[in-house]
């Protein structure tokens, strides 16, 4: 069973263009994340998710707008591609218990995205 | 500022040989350190973590880690590498906002 997925696999896509990225974990977990990582192979966090309320929102371009439907999915929508978003976007989920706010995060197989 | 420095860039062993990934971080209250594993066009595999306790802690695929407090380090260790642990390996650090920091990562490659 995948526990953590995205869709899609690649996506090859136009500047200026707008495109989603859905993320959907079936480990019961609350908290969510989005990381990018760069042609450096550099993971760096985006956002981050906690039973559908934003927790975390890195220095990341408005054009970049999470949205969280409910708690077992995270989907990433990007307006207005530029070059400089070809990258792998990874999802992650954990499981942030009480008295203990930090848990292990899994992560999805990756978007690889390539603007053009 | 929290950071985490992987010193080798891209490491290459022998099969059979005897692996050490160095870690370093940075973070000023209690760290919790993990190190993950990338297969080419793969995600993000957990090898191991550590959250408390006993400062040496196994992993899967005969991994296992060192906590060292003192040093601020976390390394990776294998006593023998199989040709399949050809991979880059990340160290990661996070706090209680539970955002984890990775390092730039380790490229190994494994010679037969």
């Known amino acids: 069973d995948t526990a953590v997925s995205q869709t899609p696999k690649y996506l090859v896509t136009q500047m200026g263009n707008d495109k989603s990225i859905k993320c959907e974990q079936n480990l019961g977990h609350d908290t969510m994340y989005w990381y990018k990582q760069d042609s450096k192979k550099f993971l760096k966090i985006m956002f981050s998710?906690?039973?559908?309320?934003?927790?975390i929102n890195e220095t990341v371009p408005n054009r970049f707008s999470p949205k969280s439907p409910d708690k077992a999915h995270l989907n990433l929508h990007i307006n207005s591609l530029e070059l400089g978003d070809s990258a792998v976007y990874f999802c992650?989920?954990?499981?942030?218990?009480?008295?203990?706010?930090?848990?292990?995060?899994?992560f999805g197989p990756g978007t690889r995205l390539t603007v053009l | 500022a929290q950071s985490v420095t992987q010193p080798d860039i891209h490491i290459t062993v022998s099969e059979g040989a005897s692996l050490e990934l160095r870690c370093n971080y940075s973070?000023?209250?209690?760290?919790?350190l993990f190190w993950y594993v990338q297969s080419p066009g793969q995600g993000l595999q957990l090898l191991l973590k550590y959250f408390s306790g006993d400062t040496l802690v196994q992993g899967i695929k005969g991994f296992e880690a060192e906590f060292k407090r003192s040093q601020s380090s976390f390394n990776l260790r294998k006593p023998s590498v199989h040709w399949s642990d050809a991979a880059e390996y990340f160290c990661a650090v996070s706090g209680a906002t539970n955002k984890l920091i990775f390092g730039t990562g380790t490229l190994l490659a494994v010679q037969p």
């Open positions: 992650a989920s954990s499981q942030v218990d009480r008295g203990r706010f930090v848990d292990t995060q899994y």
């Open positions: 998710y906690n039973n559908k309320e934003l927790i």
């Open positions: 973070y000023g209250a209690t760290p919790y």
